[in-house]
């Protein structure tokens, strides 16, 4: 803001020709840099992806005009690929905004240990998602030495649920929840320490009890970090590949075939670069209409914060 | 009053047990690193143990674990590198010259931060084919280094734009270059912004794992691709495994816990402070 403020004044040390050589020299590289390394590949799967160009048939490879995406609308399979998604996607986003509330509330208060727990709590975010992967696989979900089964095995006595055979997206759900509650938890206490508090104690003078004050004060203030947290994991919770192949490979079946697994199969299993190339282009569209909705509510912040 | 004092030690106590129970996969997998394998796959698990360091010599020495640690160290330093010289004097220009466009310049930087590697990956293979790319550390570093500079774009530009203005406008008028004024007034009030800039990048990078598996086989192959050789560890492997996991996911266990704080603000792009 402070910047903003001295460049509406007129700036006694305005000099054009640095301005203009500071602007040119020093932002382009990067500008270049990104567009040879995204736009330009983009491009390249665009192009693909009108083709039928299979690498275990290069020879007839020809022009399909857009038949890898009738065929995406067409394919029996795309039915369950994008109910899936749908399914992994918005259960991940739901439990982890429920479960980052719940503990950004608990640790928005002075408390001794507070620091130790919060950094307990960040840490499955940091794990490498593979490393995560490969520890829920071996050593939760084994079916006969696993530690849910050894858990469960207090309460029962026949404790052998097969977890990533017998409830195979819950466990994905379940792994990628575990490692994204820490972020949408950060983000909600950012927004819960923003919030000053005096407007909590005034409501509770007006006689308000704590459920009132949840909802009446509390949420519509996280509001805007709500919509930045749920889109921003959105994105990349859309992107998830390695806990998914470490611990399924999309099946049993393709009860866990997302999009973006499913591209992965068709390009590097099928070898299949147009259909890859075609459900790429979907994929790539679904994170701009994202980034879209995200960078708006980032600009309205922006705006309200000028505005104030 | 006393009882909500009660009722306030209840919670904290509360907190603090979900924040073990959360913890204690990772906890557990430490103490499976230090078991032998004997003690590591029973059924019920073993609590009292002798520990070992046994499973770490054999990660260490015989599982080219040094080798994927080297690429996954080369790969993660200069691809941060390169991204925060192409990206700092950049975010440099956005926060004190910006311009009518430097709004869009910003959207459009955060949107190829957001594009989706599957909508890329197929080209990039061919492209990596025939160009002698696939499977090199020069490979992995451009698109790292693609990954990461919008990110440190956006995150120096919101701690640049935080910075006291008074004191660049006044290195200015002692007649400082733009190179001096970065030099010496800049970049030391930005120090912290840039640290965790740097920790930020070398965490993504370091965990990445769907463009690194797709376009290595074992030459480039980071600490991430590694892992999954114990995707299907059996019986006599969990303590290897526990013992290579830990020393894998370690280094970014502890650049994290130190730059929490900053944590948010970079994963947001500085929409959150």
Redesign the interface.
Known sequence: MRLQAVMAAPNPLFNPFRWLRARLSLVSPAIIYLICLTQIPVAFTLFYSLSNWNFLRPANTRFVALGNYLDFVQDVDTLSIIRNTLSFASSVVILSLVFGMILALLLNRQFFGRSLARTLLITPFLIMPTVSAVMWKNMLFNPTFGLLNAFFGLFSTNATTDWLNQYPMMSVVIIVTWEWTPFMMLILLAGLQSLAQEHIEAAQMDGAGPLEIFFYVILPHLRRYIEIGVLLELLFILNIFGEIFVTTTGGPANYTTTLTFNIYLEAFKRWNVGRASAYGIIAVILANLITIFFLRIIRGNDQSKEAA | MKKHKIF?HA??V???F???L??F??L??VL?SFKTEADA?????TLIFQPTLENYQIALQQSHYFDYLLNTLLITGFSTLVALL??V??A????????KRS?F?M?W????R??????????????FKNLSLFDTHFGLI??Y??IN??LV?WMMRSFF?DL??ESI?AA??DGAT?LQEFRYVVLPLALPGLMATILLCM?FT??E??IA??LTITKAAP???F??S??T?EGLF?AK??AA?TL??LP??I???GA?RQ??RG???G???
Request: net charge positive; no cysteine; aromatic share 16%.
């Open positions: 306030g919670l904290s509360l907190t603090l979900i924040a073990f959360v913890f996969p990772i557990w997998m499976t796959y029973t059924n019920p698990p192409l990206g004097p950049a440099y220009s956005l926060a004190y010259y910006p311009k709004n310049t959207m930087v955060m949107s190829t957001m594009l989706p590697p599957v909508g890329v990956i197929v080209p990039l293979y061919v492209i451009l698109l280094t693609t500079l919008p774009i734009a006291p203005y406008e200015r008028i733009l965490i370091w965990n794992f769907f598996f797709n600490l991430s691709v892992i999954v114990f995707k560890a969990w495994m526990s996991a894998t996911a970014v266990v650049a994290g816990w929490q944590l948010v994963l947001t792009a929409a959150v402070k």
